[in-house]
């Protein structure tokens, strides 16, 4: 059982790089989200779809974008990543009926 | 004000004992939602809760939805219990399609041998 899959687990970039996080749950769920996570500071929302084909911005949207490429995959893009962006980045994913929320393992993002 | 409100921050016990950790929050809601992270780890989802409560060996979640206010019960504490322990309250959002979470800042929990 896979649940939610994340890529990379552990990145490096310099500022104004880019890279894309990858996110994929094999429990057939409408909706997916991306959030960071942050010392001292509970998770935050980047950007949700609720379902496939329609993405929303969350809480703290400035500076990515996302894509929800069919039902499985929903993908986290930083265009031009800078320090502020470094951060523990989490996937998860919930079904229509929200008994429960899976997240996916992280990704710890540096941006030096 | 933050909309979730956890407390303790950080909690220390010694083996056995009974743990309770407290979450408030200040909207309303479709669920709420306990969950566990250890240390460098993801994140796990214990219970989730629109009424009432919910039991699942040693630990148990209740809710008290005019209070706003939810409870995590750990019974006989074992170090391996030792975590951040976060609450996340679902928004709702369109009729409950977009389940929007909003999390507590987590309480760190060390459960001493």
């Known amino acids: 059982n896979a649940g939610v899959t994340q890529t990379p687990k552990f990145q490096v970039l310099k500022t104004g790089q880019s890279m894309t996080l990858q996110c994929a749950q094999d429990m057939n769920h409408n909706s997916m989200y991306w959030y960071r996570q942050d010392p001292g500071m509970g998770l935050r929302l980047i950007y949700y779809s609720a379902s496939e084909g329609t993405t929303d911005k969350g809480e703290v949207p400035n500076g990515y974008n996302v894509s929800r490429l069919n039902k499985r995959e929903f993908s986290l893009r930083l265009e031009s990543a800078a320090p502020s962006q470094t951060s523990v980045y989490f996937c998860?994913?919930?079904?229509?009926?929200?008994?429960?929320?899976?997240f996916g393992q992280g990704t710890r993002l540096t941006v030096v | 004000k933050n909309e979730v409100e956890q407390s303790p921050q950080n909690l220390t016990a010694q083996e056995g004992e009974f743990i309770t950790i407290n979450c408030s929050y200040s909207?309303?809601?479709?669920?709420l939602h306990w969950l566990q992270q250890h240390p460098g780890g993801g994140i796990v989802s214990l219970f989730m809760l629109s009424s009432g409560k919910k039991k699942h060996g040693r630990l148990i979640a209740t809710i008290n939805i005019q209070e706003k206010h939810s409870s995590l019960h750990i019974t006989a504490s074992h170090p391996r219990d030792s975590a951040v322990y976060i609450c996340?309250?679902?928004?709702?959002?369109?009729?409950?399609?977009?389940?929007?979470?909003?999390f507590g800042t987590g309480t760190l929990l060390a459960v001493q041998p």
């Open positions: 909207v309303g809601i479709s669920a």
């Open positions: 996340a309250v679902a928004d709702g959002g369109y009729g409950g399609a977009t389940n929007k979470l909003i």
């Open positions: 998860a994913s919930s079904d229509y009926r929200r008994t429960e929320a899976f």
